[in-house]
């Protein structure tokens, strides 16, 4: 299976956290780069992190930027958004994408497997 699969979404009060998974399977070629985006209703999908799986260096939008953290376990093959000081304009549906284009740009065009998203929802 090349599409990633992700896990961890939910309902949290603002102020909160949640920590997202993104698992891609162990038999396939690790990709180079993997995202995670966001997407609201009727806003366009949105950059937020991005790692080098090979190297672990990572990227951050504004937007994510002191509140989100991404990281990696390469045995497990999965990816993690850890998200604090969560906002109830960060409620949306959340995706996790792979990319083999290195560098790992923080624009979707450039991811080519998406997973099915994960919602995401902060109440005030």
């Known amino acids: 299976q090349v599409q990633p699969v992700e896990s961890g979404g939910g309902s949290v009060q603002a102020g909160g956290s949640l920590r997202l998974a993104c698992a891609t399977s162990?038999?396939?070629?690790?990709?180079?780069?993997m995202g995670w985006f966001l997407q609201a209703p009727g806003r366009e999908r949105e950059a937020l992190a991005a790692?080098?799986?090979?190297?672990?260096?990572?990227s951050y939008a504004d937007s994510a930027s002191g509140r989100f953290t991404i990281s990696q376990d390469s045995v497990r093959s999965t990816v993690y958004l850890q998200m604090n000081s969560l906002k109830p304009e960060d409620s949306a549906m959340y995706y996790c994408?792979?990319?083999?284009?290195?560098?790992?740009?923080?624009?979707?065009?450039?991811?080519?497997?998406w997973g099915q998203g994960t919602q995401v929802t902060v109440s005030s």
């Open positions: 790692i080098n799986t090979r190297t672990g260096s990572t």
């Open positions: 162990p038999y396939t070629n690790r990709p180079n780069c």
């Open positions: 994408a792979t990319s083999p284009w290195i560098p790992c740009e923080l624009v979707w065009g450039r991811y080519n497997y």
